[in-house]
């Protein structure tokens, strides 16, 4: 698939990592930072074009005519838009823009259906989603949804005094009485798909698979809180703090955010009449204090800096039992950042990449099975992906034990007409199932591509 990105910062250079992967595609970028492009070029194998990227007659040497995606993460909406307008004129491929400021955000369907994008990417609102439904169930480390949030993947850190040190994985869900499912563990660095045998430790990183009411039943037997948050305190007033006051404020939760710039605090004021907004430093322990962060059950550092995000959830978690979220921009480190002992991390650009990457693979895709739903689960580790059984499909009506698979491979759930089942060996793929498939192998654009090759 031919495929020009526009923009080789942060999201575009993650973009360039993770599409450059999968063989099929054959990538072209452009940006006006020489630099840029020459890192990007010589880390990958793709071809670079240093210019504007709203330029028309630049895109057609880029090869807009015979390209089948462009996507544009500039740093200026405008100018996202812009270019995806030419592409469509020019080449009439599918577009996807990148666009943050919250004044678009009402008309964002408007401008998708009049320019025909194929998709807009916000960023900031998609963090601050993810924040909004881990703060739900604040036990967990992440929380994904599939089958349109009828099924959820969480993520939970095993502590030393846990009933599941020690346990076999198959033993789990009779012993808890739970309808659930373990489909990674996270151990030493590596994160694997376990087998029935599999035996959980202490300082294990799992991941469950189950309905929303299952989920719930299993950190309930574990001891864990299961009741959403009530107080919230913000340090950073961006673009993310905005929308996840809004989402939180609608649902009742007590927001206090923590502003340094007075400007942007009357702003914020004016936005948000339902939350707290302070003028003061974030980083000033006896501000923290002062604002009642003992009293919170949850704190959110989304400052830009990201070593200042990780030191506030550090001390936040020192002085009081309570459910830290730390916003991190460079992904460079994220392997030294999750060895530290922080509850949930928020990487905005990945987000950004899972939703592209996910639209990306369900364009290539040629046999119907499209890629409905991506998450990555452990960093770049594991995926999991969620597919439409189709009429082609060689898995319909064969028992899940006398399949084939692929090692690495989990069938994770199935929805079927409203019913969620966590299947085992007999259970069988019906046309029109919704399949989630947790995998360490990357790039899967179909469901039969979970079959060993003969």
């Known amino acids: 698939m031919q495929i020009i990105i526009v923009g ?3 999201v575009g250079a993650t973009l360039v990592e993770q599409l450059s992967q999968e063989e099929r595609n054959d990538i072209t970028v452009i940006d006006t930072n020489a630099e840029k ?10 071809m670079g ?4 990227g709203v330029s ?5 040497e880029a090869g807009v005519e015979k390209a089948d995606l462009l996507i544009a993460v500039t740093g200026s909406d405008e100018k996202n838009l812009l270019c995806c307008l030419f592409a469509k004129k020019a080449g009439n491929c599918q577009t996807i823009a990148r666009v943050r400021k919250p004044d678009y955000n009402q008309e964002l369907y408007y401008i998708k259906e009049e320019l025909g994008l194929a998709m807009i990417v916000n ?3 998609a963090a601050a989603m993810e924040i909004a439904r881990v ?3 604040p036990a967990a480390i992440s929380v994904e949804s599939f089958a349109k949030g009828r099924v959820e993947i969480l993520k939970l850190k095993v502590k030393e005094d846990s009933i599941l040190c020690n346990m076999a994985v198959s033993d789990i869900s009779s012993t808890l009485g739970s309808n659930i499912l373990v489909c990674v563990v996270e151990r030493d660095g590596n994160a694997l798909i376990p087998s029935g045998d599999f035996v959980i430790r202490e300082k294990d990183v799992i991941s469950i698979i189950g309905t929303a009411k299952e989920t719930v039943k299993f950190f309930r037997k574990l001891n864990m809180l299961t009741n959403p948050v009530k107080n919230l305190m913000i340090v950073g007033g961006g673009n993310i703090s905005y929308y996840l006051t809004k989402v939180m404020t609608a649902t009742g939760v007590n927001v206090v955010v923590v502003e340094n710039d007075p400007a942007r605090c009357e702003q914020l004021t004016e936005m948000l009449p339902e939350a707290t907004i302070v003028l003061g430093d974030g980083a000033d322990e006896s501000t923290l204090i002062e604002e009642g962060l003992e009293q919170m059950d949850s704190f959110a550092a989304l400052t830009g800096i990201d070593e200042e995000n990780i030191l506030l959830s550090l001390y936040a978690k020192s002085k009081t039992d309570i459910k830290t979220i730390t916003k991190i921009n460079r ?3 994220s392997e030294v950042i999750e060895n530290l002992d922080l509850d949930t991390m928020v990487y905005p650009k990945r987000i950004t990449a899972e939703h592209i990457v996910r639209y990306a693979r369900a364009m290539a895709n040629s046999l119907g099975s499209n890629v409905e739903t991506m998450h990555r689960i452990a960093g770049d580790k594991v995926e999991a992906l969620e597919f439409i059984v189709h009429p082609n499909c060689m898995l319909v009506n064969r028992p899940l034990s006398e399949i084939s698979f692929r090692d690495g491979v989990l069938v994770a759930s199935i929805h079927r007409k409203g019913k969620i089942i966590i299947p085992r060996g007999n259970d069988t ?3 029109g199932d919704t399949v989630v498939i947790v995998t360490t192998i990357t790039g899967m654009t179909d469901l039969e591509g979970v079959l060993k090759k003969k």
């Open 8 to 10: 080789c910062g942060k």
């Open 37 to 46: 492009v020459r890192h990007v070029t010589e880390e990958h194998d793709v």
């Open 49 to 52: 074009f240093i210019g504007n």
């Open 56 to 60: 028309y007659e630049l895109l057609l």
């Open 123 to 125: 960023p900031e609102l």
């Open 135 to 137: 703060l739900r169930l």
């Open 331 to 333: 992904i460079n480190f």
């Open 429 to 431: 793929l019906q046309v």
